[in-house]
């Protein structure tokens, strides 16, 4: 029997430990009106949810079981009337994502207008034993005294323009200064999938008394709530004509701010010259200047010119605390490019312009070689100071760097029938030499005639040349590229 009660004991000291571990956060009331309003918050975990309603500030007076409450409400079709199997279907999968998401929506129905109550989100096993980690604190709300006729009643659908991937089952809340209470929608409901709807007119006025007459370009600020939803905000602003309008819908796509974000900059690493890869960094910044090492997403790179590049535009890596080190592109120009950072699905951006130099063998060796551009020992151009195999020359044709030991550009030769065929991928720019094909029997007797090359792939700055020599006849066959000055 002892050791069955210290049995008893361990698993209970266990079960209790293990049941306050869901922390609760964000609780936000909104959509209040006369009658109802909402209650959105998030959990870390495995909850089912339940909503303690007061009537004091101090929590006393319990009005539990007097209003009605419904968790993860939506309003995609009418539940008093009849539904198609797919439009329940629909319904039901779009409150498992919210569900997924850690997300608790709660809508509170039968409320008096013009009164106070006192709300608790709180979370349960599902045993039926509470499992917050501390109890949230009381939300006050007030409803509002009675609903105002509306003159212009505005829609307002909010897309996310390919940007955020996930974003249906999210809550968007959308806010407008003087207002006491946001509107908060799940992105999805009303059948829209990636999108949220809000009604304008729901909004109530600063005294919270009733709806708000809205005039003028009001600007509201959209903001994703949820534990996968990005940092940030989006300001839109939607105008009124203050004429009699029925639900006329105003369309906005929901660019968010990164917070602290301000700007990118550029800082060249490497000399810019047409042709050859240049490498700098781009650091995001705060609006001081300093480095914001809290961004570590990407930016889509884009330069003045369409063919400004061969290589290098459109999405980049992700930057690591704040920088995105030895970022290269190849320029297809010379002269004054601007290259422009936009932070993907954000205003966030920066533009620096470089000046790229002429590309010719002596810009090419001055890349390169710096200091010992002009010294023939080293940067000439039959050098191979590398040790690859491939002189200087050769480097400049291929699109290599000259410093660096790289494989070669040549592929395995192969037959094709009885020809003799091999691949290999050169620089599309390099003017001041001059390359052709070669082939051999004995490796002594170096031959031009009727070996052919053709460009069979461009890949930015490189093309892909395949030579093909007919070897009929032939007991043996020699092929190489040679490179003049």
């Known amino acids: 029997m002892k050791s069955l009660l210290l049995h008893l004991t361990a698993l209970a000291f266990i079960s209790t430990g293990a049941s306050a571990q869901i922390t609760i956060s964000q609780a936000t ?39 009605g409450v419904e968790f993860f409400p939506l309003e995609m079709n009418d539940v008093t009337i009849a539904q198609t199997v797919a439009q329940r279907a629909d319904r039901r999968t779009l409150q498992g994502l919210t569900q997924s998401k850690g997300i608790v929506l709660a809508k509170v129905t039968g409320a008096q207008p013009g009164t106070t109550y006192h709300v608790r989100p709180r979370s349960y096993s599902a045993g039926g034993t509470p499992n917050e ?41 959308l806010s407008m200064t003087g207002a006491p209470y946001p ?14 709807l809000f ?12 709806n708000a007459s809205l005039t003028g370009t009001p600007q509201f600020t959209l903001e994703l709530i949820g534990p996968t939803a990005p940092p940030g905000t989006n300001l ?15 369309d906005t796509v929901f660019l968010v701010s990164f917070p602290g974000l301000a700007y990118f900059s550029m800082e060249a690493v490497s000399s810019p010259v047409q042709g050859i890869p240049f490498v700098f960094n781009i650091t995001a910044r705060a609006a001081n200047g300093t480095v914001l090492t809290s961004y570590n997403g990407n930016v889509d790179l884009t330069s003045g010119g369409a063919g400004d590049l061969f290589e290098g535009v459109g999405a980049t890596p992700a930057f690591v605390n704040g920088v995105l080190a030895s970022y290269e592109v190849i320029p297809a120009v ?19 312009l470089f000046n790229f130099a002429v590309l010719t063998l002596t810009s090419w060796r001055d890349r390169y070689f710096g200091a010992n551009s002009g010294n023939n020992a080293i940067s000439g151009f039959d050098v191979d100071w590398d040790r690859d195999g491939f002189p200087n020359g050769l480097e400049y044709f291929f699109g290599m760097n000259p410093t660096i030991f790289e494989a070669s550009p040549l592929s395995e030769p192969d037959m094709d029938g009885t020809d003799f065929v091999f691949d290999f991928w050169r620089s599309r720019m390099t003017p001041g030499i001059t390359a052709m094909p070669i082939w051999s029997e004995n490796l002594s007797l170096w031959r031009t005639d ?3 090359q053709v460009v ?3 890949v930015g700055a490189f093309q892909r040349v395949r030579v093909r020599v007919p070897a009929a006849g032939l007991a043996k066959v020699f092929a190489s590229v040679r490179v003049t000055q």
């Not at 839109?236 to 203050?242: A, C, G, M, Q, Y």
């Open 236 to 250: 839109t602003d939607v105008p009124f004509s203050s004429t009699h309008i029925v639900a006329q819908l105003t």
């Open 29 to 67: 009331v909104g959509n209040v009106d006369a009658g109802q309003f909402h209650v959105f918050w998030q959990v870390n975990g495995a909850s089912v949810p339940r909503l303690d309603i007061f009537s004091d500030a101090g929590g006393a007076t319990s009005l539990n079981g007097q209003l």
């Open 183 to 196: 509107l908060l929608s799940v992105v999805g409901d009303f059948g829209l999938t990636e999108q949220a």
């Open 199 to 210: 009604d304008l007119s729901r909004l109530l006025n600063a005294g919270g008394t009733t």
């Open 133 to 173: 980690a501390e109890l949230a604190a009381l939300q006050a709300v007030t409803t509002a005294q009675k609903t105002a006729f509306i003159v212009e009643s505005r829609q307002l659908r909010v897309s996310f323009g390919g940007c955020f991937a996930g974003s249906q089952g999210l809550v968007m809340k």
């Open 456 to 458: 069979v792939e461009t």
């Open 450 to 452: 009727i070996v052919s």
């Open 334 to 352: 010379s002269g004054n490019v601007s290259l422009t950072a936009t932070r993907p699905c954000g205003f966030e951006t920066g533009s620096q």
